[in-house]
């Protein structure tokens, strides 16, 4: 099992940047295909970016050109690098983890069997 901790959220103007940090815990981080979600107050969780054990990267059309997902698999850490954020950005951000080497799915929350607590993300226009 992997426990998963995020953080750097904050409160930014609009066109700002944050940048967020997930740590993990646990088994072999290396093994765990990565993704983060966001869920704005009265909406559904919905798929941000991710990445898998190879490296190989997948992003929401929202955010495409805007947001950058990495990992660093010496520091049991994925990252999510938010620039020129906007309002509609603002939301609560969660890290999501699971073992599957497929990309199949990877913009459905329930391909996941790992979550953090999440981090407020507040973009203020």
């Known amino acids: 099992q992997v426990q998963l901790v995020e953080s750097g959220g904050g409160l930014v103007q609009a066109g700002g940047s944050l940048r967020l940090s997930c740590a993990a815990s646990?088994?072999?981080?290396?093994?765990?295909?990565m993704g983060w979600f966001r869920q704005a107050p009265g909406k559904e969780r919905e798929f941000v970016a991710a990445?898998?054990?190879?490296?190989?990267?997948y992003y929401a059309d929202s955010v495409k050109g805007r947001f950058t997902i990495s990992r660093d698999n010496a520091k049991n850490t994925v990252y999510l690098q938010m620039n020129s954020l906007k309002p509609e950005d603002t939301a609560v951000y969660y890290c999501a983890a699971d073992e599957n080497y497929s990309s199949s799915y990877y913009y459905t929350a329930a391909r996941y069997d790992y979550w953090g607590r999440g981090t407020q993300v507040t973009a203020s226009s």
């Open positions: 646990g088994r072999t981080f290396s093994r765990y295909f």
């Open positions: 990445i898998a054990q190879t490296g190989s990267t």
